[in-house]
């Protein structure tokens, strides 16, 4: 059986039936893989093995998400615990208070009467073996008493330990060999409990003392953790971290309520060093009982959240209030980076950190987009639409000889887009190593919310924008320079695609993991397309390109109007251009309509511009031109006054009407062609617009073919006024059969039907 097969089968049962089998106390790991494999080719092995170990990750990575999503439970288990943990330590040392009180007063009358009893002993001069070993063991005991008050005295901690030791194992080798009296016995017992308690408390009071460290303080935690006070042993040593630490708090705080970098840095590193030896001394001491490590987690809980309010309040309040996004980044990287080295030690503190400076991050993002987008405002207000290199990359252009001339070109902005740009750039570099917080959705968003009012504003230094209305100041006068000539117009385009199409998603690339944004950077050059495959960031480019689409519309819509409407707001593309033809008694000089030779000339100019300005995108240069050009015929195929006036006016359309339009569109054609900005969409209208026009004849009860000459004869016609108004030709000296359709229909008197469908 194949692993294919195996699968295709387990895939058949429930996942309960599937896990039943390994539930089984029985299951035998060894017996059910050698089943699995023992048919198995070696491919299919090695596809088996590739599974477990993508499985191994997913489990592990789910382990990890479960102990974050449950930490926060667990903290606050691990408080509760702590807590009742302190409880039963001060009801023990309640009870090892009057327990020692109780043994003092037994301790007292033990000692009378074994004084009498000595005294009684000397003066009878009773002898034996057994009175004899009893006088021994007090004199031992009377010694070892005064011995190790001195050793207490003295801390000489190792020897008053060993001296307890040698107690505790007298009065357990007097339970079987019973030489003391129980009297003595217990006098015996009372006094090694106070006598450890001492040493105990002298343990503890060594520990709170700021030269304690080091070796020094497990020493002396471990001393009490064997004298058999371990929860107080861990909890001492905490302390003693503790105070090590708001003394260094208190000497590296400054006086002033603004901590710089350094002083972040020293600080941060203070906090969770510390943390670390504490983690380090309590595992040296204490392993890993549950116990003790629950105490551990709670305690350095506590002082990271201290350590996060303390920053919170010097450092990111006042940075997020005045929109310092970099001081606020720089303070969260440097703790997170310290933070992150405790995480070996099983102590993941980042979430706390991530809960307390995360608002304070947020609040200065926002402000920082607003500044970003008050400050382009500001400068495209002054903005003089002239496009030039950024003095630093006209730096860098300088000494890299290698950069190409249209590489070069692509760097000239205007200068309120330079400031967007850098701006930009700089909030990207800002945002992008705050991975944790998870931002870059918003910051993408923000900047896309940038961009679209800096095309708002584009727009509305368009000349006789509509959108000019809403940006009036209370004097009336507009706030922003316009574009009044076309050079200043197209540059307005070239701000927006070149931020669009480049500058902006480069600068999301800082939003990326550094491995991925490498390999995205290292694309080679004409395939910047390749940028916006990270499925995060193609959605934002395209709302990016979608805003630019909006400037180009206005731009084409406007010029267009220009050219369509006069200053009095007459249209100058009205149907009497052709209705008003064959009313003539002379045949008409045929050549395009003035109007489609300012169109032709128009265009002329932009191409020449863009050439220029938009090196290395020519392709938005060209759907500029083949975007204008559709706005006018598209402007006449949907003008309903046009084609009444045309289909149903007093005046019908006549055959030379007919011609010239045809003309017209035919002259279109040609220099969107030559062009290269002549659109499948706009040849269908230009071929429904004729389409309209030869019935609107036919309907007059005339054969519009008849009187239509070869489509050769539009074509040179064309060609010809496209010569004269670029200056490579005159009207002299065409001739005159060329510019006569009479001529041209002598020769083919009828166009067919077919000829003029194949348009």
Same mark, same amino acid.
């Given at each position: 059986m194949?692993?294919?097969?195996?699968?295709?089968?387990?895939?058949?049962?429930?996942?309960?039936?599937r896990?039943?089998?390994?539930?089984?106390?029985?299951?035998?790991?060894? %017996?059910? &893989?050698?089943?699995?494999?023992?048919?198995?080719?070696?491919?299919?092995?090695?596809?088996?093995?590739?599974?477990?170990?993508e499985?191994?990750?997913?489990?592990?990575?789910?382990?990890?998400?479960? @102990?974050y999503?449950?930490?926060?439970?667990?903290i606050?288990?691990?408080?509760?615990?702590?807590?009742?943990?302190? #409880?039963?330590?001060?009801?023990?040392?309640h009870?090892?208070t009057?327990?020692?009180? @109780?043994?003092?007063?037994?301790? +007292?009358?033990?000692?009378?009467? =074994?004084?009498?009893?000595?005294?009684?002993?000397?003066?009878?001069? @009773?002898?034996?073996?057994?009175?004899?070993?009893?006088?021994?063991?007090?004199?031992?005991?009377?010694?070892?008493?005064?011995?190790?008050?001195?050793?207490? %005295?003295?801390?000489?901690?190792?020897?008053?330990?060993?001296?307890l030791?040698?107690?505790?194992?007298?009065?357990?080798?007097?339970?079987?060999?019973?030489?003391?009296?129980?009297? %003595?016995?217990?006098?015996?017992?009372?006094?090694?409990?106070?006598?450890?308690?001492?040493?105990?408390?002298?343990?503890?009071e060594?520990?709170?003392?700021?030269?304690?460290r080091?070796?020094?303080?497990?020493?002396a935690?471990?001393?009490?953790?064997?004298?058999?006070?371990?929860?107080?042993a861990?909890?001492?040593?905490?302390? *003693?971290?503790?105070?090590?630490?708001?003394?260094?708090?208190?000497?590296?705080?400054?006086s002033t309520?603004s901590?710089?970098?350094?002083?972040?840095?020293? =600080?941060?590193?203070? @906090?969770?060093?510390?943390?670390?030896?504490?983690a380090?001394?309590?595992?040296?001491v204490?392993?890993? /009982?549950?116990?003790?490590?629950?105490?551990?987690?709670?305690?350095?809980?506590?002082?990271?959240?201290?350590?996060a309010?303390?920053?919170?309040?010097?450092?990111?309040?006042?940075?997020?209030?005045?929109?310092?996004?970099? +001081?606020?980044?720089e303070? +969260?990287?440097?703790?997170?980076?310290?933070?992150?080295l405790?995480?070996?030690?099983?102590?993941?503190?980042?979430p706390?950190?991530?809960?307390?400076?995360?608002?304070c991050?947020?609040?200065?993002?926002?402000?920082?987009?607003?500044?970003?987008?008050?400050?382009?405002?500001?400068?495209?207000?002054?903005?003089?639409?002239?496009?030039?290199?950024?003095?630093?990359?006209?730096?860098?252009?300088?000494?890299?000889?290698?950069?190409? *001339?249209?590489?070069?070109?692509?760097?000239?902005?205007?200068?309120?887009?330079?400031?967007?740009?850098?701006?930009?750039?700089?909030?990207?570099?800002?945002?992008?190593?705050? /991975?944790?917080?998870q931002?870059?959705?918003?910051?993408?968003?923000?900047v896309?919310?940038?961009?679209?009012?800096?095309?708002?504003?584009?727009? *509305?230094?368009?000349?006789?924008?509509? #959108?000019?209305?809403?940006?009036?100041?209370?004097?009336?006068?507009?706030? $922003? !320079?316009?574009?009044?000539? #076309?050079?200043?117009?197209?540059?307005?385009?070239?701000?927006? *695609?070149?931020l669009a199409?480049?500058?902006?998603?480069?600068?999301?690339?800082k939003?990326?993991?550094?491995?991925?944004a490498?390999?995205?950077?290292?694309?080679?050059?004409?395939?910047?397309?390749?940028?916006?495959?990270?499925?995060?960031?193609?959605?934002?480019?395209?709302?990016?390109?979608?805003?630019?689409?909006?400037?180009?519309?206005?731009?084409?819509?406007?010029?267009?109007?220009?050219?369509?409407?006069?200053?009095?707001?007459?249209?100058?593309?009205?149907?009497?251009?052709? $209705?008003?033809?064959?009313?003539?008694t002379?045949?008409?000089?045929?050549?395009?309509?003035p109007?489609?030779?300012?169109?032709?000339?128009?265009?002329?100019?932009?191409a020449?511009?863009?050439?220029?300005m938009?090196?290395?995108?020519?392709?938005?240069?060209t759907?500029?031109?083949?975007?204008?050009?559709?706005?006018?015929?598209?402007?006449?195929?949907?003008d309903?006054?046009?084609?009444?006036?045309?289909?149903?006016?007093?005046?019908p $359309?006549?055959?030379?009407?007919?011609?010239?339009?045809?003309?017209?569109? /035919?002259?279109?054609i040609?220099f969107?062609?030559?062009?290269?900005?002549?659109?499948?969409?706009?040849?269908?209208v230009?071929?429904?617009?004729i389409?309209?026009?030869?019935?609107?004849?036919?309907?007059?009860?005339i054969?519009?073919?008849?009187? &239509?000459?070869?489509?050769?004869?539009?074509?040179? +016609?064309a060609q010809? %006024?496209?010569?004269?108004?670029?200056?490579?030709?005159?009207?002299?000296?065409?001739?005159?059969?060329? $510019?006569?359709?009479?001529?041209?229909?002598?020769?083919?008197?009828?166009?067919?039907?077919?000829? !003029?469908q194949?348009?």
């Open positions: 194949s692993i294919g097969d195996v699968s295709e089968l387990e895939s058949n049962l429930t996942l309960s039936d896990l039943k089998q390994f539930k089984s106390s029985q299951f035998n790991p060894e %017996a059910y &893989l050698q089943s699995k494999c023992n048919n198995m080719t070696e491919k299919e092995i090695k596809h088996a093995c590739s599974n477990l170990l499985l191994r990750k997913a489990s592990a990575e789910e382990m990890r998400k479960s @102990v999503a449950n930490y926060t439970a667990f606050r288990t691990s408080k509760e615990i702590t807590i009742l943990e302190g #409880e039963l330590l001060s009801m023990r040392n009870l090892s009057q327990a020692a009180l @109780v043994h003092g007063l037994a301790e +007292v009358t033990i000692l009378d009467s =074994l004084t009498t009893g000595a005294y009684e002993l000397e003066e009878e001069k @009773v002898s034996g073996v057994k009175s004899t070993k009893l006088n021994k063991t007090e004199k031992w005991f009377i010694k070892f008493e005064e011995n190790l008050e001195v050793l207490l %005295a003295e801390k000489r901690v190792d020897e008053a330990m060993a001296a030791d040698e107690g505790e194992q007298v009065a357990q080798e007097d339970k079987t060999k019973q030489s003391l009296s129980p009297d %003595a016995l217990l006098r015996l017992k009372n006094a090694l409990t106070l006598l450890r308690q001492k040493l105990v408390d002298q343990l503890a060594t520990t709170c003392q700021p030269f304690t080091g070796a020094e303080l497990r020493s935690v471990s001393s009490i953790k064997n004298l058999g006070d371990g929860p107080r861990h909890t001492l040593l905490l302390n *003693s971290h503790q105070q090590r630490l708001q003394r260094g708090l208190q000497v590296l705080r400054p309520n901590y710089g970098g350094a002083t972040t840095s020293s =600080l941060s590193q203070l @906090v969770f060093s510390t943390i670390a030896q504490a380090s001394d309590s595992l040296a204490f392993g890993e /009982e549950p116990a003790y490590s629950s105490e551990l987690v709670t305690w350095a809980v506590k002082q990271t959240e201290a350590f309010l303390l920053l919170k309040r010097h450092v990111l309040a006042s940075s997020a209030a005045a929109g310092g996004l970099r +001081v606020a980044t303070c +969260v990287q440097i703790c997170l980076g310290h933070c992150a405790l995480e070996s030690r099983g102590l993941a503190l980042s706390i950190l991530m809960r307390h400076f995360r608002p991050v947020e609040l200065a993002f926002s402000a920082t987009l607003k500044r970003i987008e008050h400050s382009t405002a500001a400068l495209a207000a002054a903005d003089d639409w002239e496009l030039s290199y950024a003095p630093a990359d006209a730096r860098s252009i300088s000494s890299t000889s290698s950069l190409s *001339s249209a590489s070069m070109s692509q760097a000239k902005l205007s200068s309120s887009a330079h400031k967007l740009n850098s701006m930009v750039k700089a909030f990207m570099e800002d945002v992008g190593p705050l /991975e944790d917080l931002l870059d959705g918003p910051a993408l968003e923000g896309l919310q940038i961009f679209n009012s800096y095309v708002n504003l584009l727009i *509305s230094a368009l000349p006789n924008s509509m #959108e000019n209305e809403e940006h009036l100041d209370g004097s009336g006068s507009k706030i $922003l !320079n316009m574009a009044e000539s #076309e050079s200043q117009q197209l540059a307005l385009l070239a701000n927006a *695609s070149l199409d480049e500058l902006l998603p480069r600068a999301a690339l939003l990326l993991p550094l491995s991925q490498n390999r995205v950077d290292a694309t080679p050059k004409g395939t910047s397309d390749r940028q916006s495959r990270v499925p995060e960031q193609r959605e934002w480019k395209r709302k990016l390109q979608r805003s630019v689409e909006r400037l180009r519309d206005s731009f084409c819509r406007q010029h267009a109007l220009d050219l369509i409407f006069t200053v009095d707001g007459d249209i100058r593309l009205n149907a009497e251009i052709y $209705l008003s033809m064959d009313g003539q002379e045949e008409p000089e045929w050549f395009p309509s109007i489609f030779q300012e169109l032709f000339e128009k265009l002329t100019t932009m020449t511009i863009a050439t220029d938009f090196v290395g995108r020519e392709r938005f240069a759907l500029l031109l083949m975007r204008q050009t559709e706005t006018v015929i598209l402007w006449l195929s949907d309903q006054s046009f084609w009444e006036e045309i289909e149903q006016g007093p005046t $359309l006549g055959p030379l009407g007919l011609q010239q339009l045809y003309l017209d569109m /035919e002259f279109v040609i969107a062609s030559e062009g290269r900005y002549l659109s499948r969409n706009l040849q269908q230009i071929k429904n617009i389409e309209r026009a030869i019935d609107a004849v036919a309907a007059t009860g054969d519009p073919y008849s009187v &239509l000459p070869e489509d050769d004869w539009f074509a040179e +016609v010809i %006024a496209i010569k004269m108004l670029t200056g490579k030709g005159n009207y002299s000296s065409m001739e005159g059969d060329v $510019l006569s359709p009479t001529a041209a229909a002598s020769a083919a008197p009828v166009v067919s039907q077919g000829s !003029n194949g348009l």
